[in-house]
Nanobody
Framework: QVQLVESGGGLVQAGGSLRLSCIPS????????MGWYRQAPGKQRELVATITRGGSPNYADSVKGRFTISRDNAKNTVYLQMNSLKPEDTAVYYCKAEIKRYSAAGSYIDYWGQGTQVTVSS
């Protein structure tokens, strides 16, 4: 079984910073793209940032210039550095990874973490 464990969430004042981490565990052969998504109360889950295996990032317009996604392929870990946080960034942040568990055969499957709460006070 594969589990994605997020950490680094918390309560921060507007203008502050947080760094989220996501580490998959379990039987993993290969990881393709990884990313961060968020869901605020009463809203749909939305993309925050994704990063390819080769390190190419993609950001939602709302976080460009403030958030930075990165990954360490040796550790199968993805990070999200969040600077200049705003109250509207308050949400549960979820990690997602495209994973092949046993071999190069077959397709990548999406796995999700349980989420970590980020709260930005004004």
């Amino acid at each position: 079984q594969v589990q994605l464990v997020e950490s680094g969430g918390g309560l921060v004042q507007a203008g502050g910073s947080l760094r989220l981490s996501c580490i998959p565990s379990g039987s993993i052969f290969s990881i393709n793209a990884m990313g961060w998504y968020r869901q605020a109360p009463g809203k749909q889950r939305e993309l925050v940032a994704t990063i390819t295996r080769g390190g190419s990032p993609n950001y939602a317009d709302s976080v460009k210039g403030r958030f930075t996604i990165s990954r360490d392929n040796a550790k199968n870990t993805v990070y999200l550095q969040m600077n200049s946080l705003k109250p509207e960034d308050t949400a549960v942040y979820y990690c997602k990874a495209e994973i092949k568990r046993y071999s190069a055969a077959g397709s990548y499957i999406d796995y999700w973490g349980q989420g970590t709460q980020v709260t930005v006070s004004s």
